[in-house]
Nanobody, 126 residues
Framework: QVQLVESGGGLVQAGGSLRLSCAPS????????MGWFRQAPGKEREFVAS????????YYADSVKGRFTISTDNAKNTVYLQMNSLKPEDTAVYYC???????????????????WGQGTQVTVSS
């Protein structure tokens, strides 16, 4: 399995921005998908955004469309989540994921034997 290491979380005021990074170890095939999910206390892990490693296809949750952007830098072997206009309800632990198929549900990562990162905390204060 691929190991994923996230970074870039932190505390930010509402309306601010953060950029999360995820660096997979080992080779990622261009057909693989990378995604970001988040989990707030007492809630289920929810989909945020995903992208084909080649960068050709992207998917977003309705709650983040127009505010978040997912991208890949194949030269740096890194996937990013640029988060703008952050809201207090964006507060959660954010997880990077990889899978061999499109991922828009947390269960799809597990069922396809994908990988999860350890998570990074994002806190948005009002």
């Amino acid at each position: 399995q691929v190991q994923l290491v996230e970074s870039g979380g932190g505390l930010v005021q509402a309306g601010g921005s953060l950029r999360l990074s995820c660096a997979p170890s080992g080779r990622i095939f261009s057909s693989a998908y990378m995604g970001w999910f988040r989990q707030a206390p007492g809630k289920e892990r929810e989909f945020v955004a995903s992208i084909r490693w080649s960068g050709s296809m992207t998917y977003y949750a309705d709650s983040v469309k127009g505010r978040f952007t997912i991208s890949t830098d194949n030269a740096k072997n890194t996937v990013y989540l640029q988060m703008n206009s952050l809201k207090p309800e964006d507060t959660a632990v954010y997880y990077c994921a990889s899978a061999p198929a499109p991922i828009t549900r947390a269960s799809a990562v597990t069922s396809s034997k994908g990988s999860w990162g350890q998570g990074t905390q994002v806190t948005v204060s009002s």
